[in-house]
């Protein structure tokens, strides 16, 4: 599921850098980590320190907007989900 939403958003960013970072991330997001801050969820995904995470969040150029009406519509087109053992 995870990669038919990330075949859909890849001409989104200009670079494949912050694509890489913005899998990691949405990847952290929808883990099972309790607080989803950049250090937690570069853990999370096995980088060594935030540092890919933040200049995703600052300072790389990528259309979010974009981004998110495609995850959107991704989700509307699919029955809800459950995970992290929430009901």
Known sequence: MFDQ?????????RRVEPRAA???YLLGLLSC????????????????????MQRLL?????????VRDDVRAYAAERPRE????HG
């Open 22 to 24: 913005a899998r990691a």
């Open 82 to 85: 459950r995970g992290c053992g």
């Open 58 to 66: 600052r300072y790389a150029r990528w259309d979010a907007e974009a």
């Open 33 to 52: 980590v309790e607080r989803k801050n950049c250090w937690q969820l570069a853990e999370q995904a096995g980088f060594a320190g935030p540092g890919a």
């Open 5 to 13: 939403v990330m075949a859909r958003i890849p001409g989104r960013f």
